[in-house]
């Protein structure tokens, strides 16, 4: 087998692979001969018909059947033999020789993994949180709890802010009822901010069954053209007043939580232990954060666009799963364009690139024990935790998800050990808080 690489750019390359026909005929004619055993044609007993006619029928068949296989087989062996890379499938162009007895040549076209220059990972430098859950940010958790168990029982009295009410509305612009602006039997919450400034202190004071208009105006910044800035009014009947109750801290909230014992004690240990890990887990995740951004800002890296192309499929799909059966009706490319996940795409396929040239670099190795603890720890808010334990062990798809977590993990851990790290004391919202709440 003649093969010849060509360099395109710094990541393109033009493998030409030469395959004698020797090699070709030889697996045509075994293929044939297979077949003679078992071909049936008109006029011929089966397994009697004369190789010239299996030929005549089947030869050109059978011969793209081969080359098709022996391509694939070859454009591994060459680049086995040329030691390169890839990133991502070839696109394969055959340049003659299909003709029984003459050699085929065929010109493999891809992009490999580029050379990455490790930078000095001591110059990273991160922020790492440290938190602790205190006795007030359970209690805190504690009346969320309750706020999200909340109950309406209807009262009559007239409507306070804090109550639900549930009611009739017709919006007019001009004199003219407007899109959108009308509605029956409405539940809303008084002081949520749902509607236009004005329409929910308008409602509070009314009584059931009253009825009232409210002189409005739409702000400057809301979202349609049409009602921006614009003076209305609605018409508004009040149908019900519902006030808000929030269940006692006893057995049976305990329970909706799956504390069957222990009382409160048991309950706020409970909320603590579950807290604890939110904030390690939340900690952990913005250290990974600024050590990639680190990292990136470290290296210049040429990215192979088979890769990007592939992690903005992958990124794709992922988004489409949310949509269910639904899924198999959209236009996925057309709702998400591969712009939409460019930028993401890149910094991943970027990150994956650096961190993998560490691991093979640093030798990094997973740690089966790390292994085992992560999946205890996620097995631990399970009923039965030994059962999801033997599960990941017994299921190789997801343990191998779970080594690829805790390597990636430990990478992390060796830059973090090779920069500089300034350890800081935050309160448990601080840890929790999402950037983007932050800003």
Excluded: W
Aim: hydrophobic share 40%; glycine share 8%.
């Amino acid at each position: 087998m003649h093969v010849s690489v060509e360099t395109v750019s710094s990541l393109e390359r033009r493998m030409t692979v030469g395959l004698p026909a020797d090699r070709i005929d030889a697996e045509v004619d075994k293929r044939l001969q297979r077949a003679a055993h078992d071909v049936r044609l008109d006029g011929f007993r089966r397994g009697k018909v004369p190789m010239k006619v299996v030929r005549q029928r089947f030869g050109i068949g059978v011969r793209q059947e081969v080359l098709g296989e022996l391509i694939n087989q070859a454009y591994f062996e060459a680049v086995q033999q040329e030691k390169l890379q890839p990133a991502g499938m070839p696109s394969i162009e055959a340049k003659g020789g299909e003709a029984a007895g003459k050699d085929f040549e065929f010109i493999a076209t891809f992009e490999v993994f580029p050379e990455l220059e490790l930078a000095d990972l001591g110059k990273v430098s991160v922020i790492r949180l440290q938190g602790e859950v205190t006795e007030a940010d359970i209690d805190k958790t504690i009346e969320n709890l309750r706020q999200q168990q909340t109950k309406f029982d209807p009262v009559e009295r007239a409507a306070q802010t804090g109550d639900q009410v549930m009611i009739d509305y017709e919006g007019f612009k001009s004199g003219e009822p407007f899109a959108g602006g009308q509605a029956a039997n409405s539940p809303l919450l008084l002081g949520a901010g749902q509607m236009i400034p004005g329409f929910e202190d308008g409602i509070v004071g009314m009584k059931s069954g009253e009825e009232k208009v409210l002189a409005l105006a739409f702000p400057e910044d809301y979202h349609s053209e049409d009602l921006k800035g614009q003076a209305v009014e609605f018409r508004i009947k009040l149908n019900t007043v519902s006030e808000k109750r929030l269940p006692e801290l006893d057995d049976e909230f305990f329970k909706r939580f799956g504390i069957e014992e222990g009382g409160i004690e048991a309950f706020r240990k409970e909320v603590r232990n579950n807290m604890t890990r939110e904030m390690k887990s939340a900690a952990s995740s913005k250290l990974k954060a600024a050590v990639v951004e680190e990292v990136l800002k470290l290296h210049e890296v040429s990215l192979p666009n088979a890769l990007i192309k592939n992690e903005i499929g992958a990124m794709r799909n992922q988004m489409l799963q949310q949509f269910g059966e639904m899924a198999k009706q959209i236009d996925a490319a057309s709702i998400f364009p591969d712009e939409m996940f460019a930028e993401q795409a890149r910094k991943r396929v970027t990150t994956g690139l650096i961190f993998a040239e560490i691991i093979r670099q640093k030798d990094v190795k997973v740690d089966p024990a790390r292994v085992r603890s992560k999946i205890e720890e996620m097995a631990s808010v399970y009923n039965s935790p030994q059962e999801v334990i033997n599960h990941y062990l017994n299921n190789k798809q997801l343990l191998s998800g779970i080594e690829n977590m805790v390597l990636e993990e430990q990478v992390i851990d060796l830059i973090v050990d090779s920069g500089k790290v300034e350890d800081k004391s935050v309160g448990y919202e601080d840890v929790i808080r999402k950037e983007s709440d932050a800003e």
